[in-house]
């Protein structure tokens, strides 16, 4: 059993930045791959970013690309979203993911088998 737990979301402008955490805990949580998901009024849940076990895969949603990057210290069971240059259009509860053994830009939400309560970020303009 996986738990984990999101901080970081909050009021933001547009242009500004944030960083989400995700602590992890269970005795095997530094096995799985994670990553983060959002999910806006009215819409689906999309993937953003993932990170392999050890940090040496990291995949990216186009939508985020340069702008986002995703982290993980497996010392501290926590992997991170680093935003910058936040829009309008990122404001979701953004969620983290944990999924075993990997997980990449084609993982489907129902595909992941732990989350996160979810956090709220909201970008004004």
């Known amino acids: 059993q996986v738990q984990l737990v999101e901080s970081g979301g909050g009021l933001v402008q547009a242009g500004g930045s944030l960083r989400l955490s995700c602590a992890a805990s269970?005795?095997?949580?530094?096995?799985?791959?994670m990553g983060w998901f959002r999910q806006a009024p009215g819409k689906e849940r999309e993937f953003l970013a993932a990170i392999n076990r050890s940090g040496g895969n990291i995949y990216y949603a186009d939508s985020v690309k340069g702008r986002f990057t995703i982290s993980r210290d497996n010392a501290k069971n926590t992997v991170y979203l680093r935003m910058n240059s936040l829009k309008p259009e990122d404001t979701a509860v953004y969620y983290c993911a944990a999924r075993f053994p990997s997980m990449d830009s084609g993982t489907r939400p129902d595909e992941c088998h732990y989350w996160g309560q979810g956090t709220q970020v909201t970008v004004s303009s």
């Open positions: 269970g005795r095997t949580s530094s096995r799985y791959a």
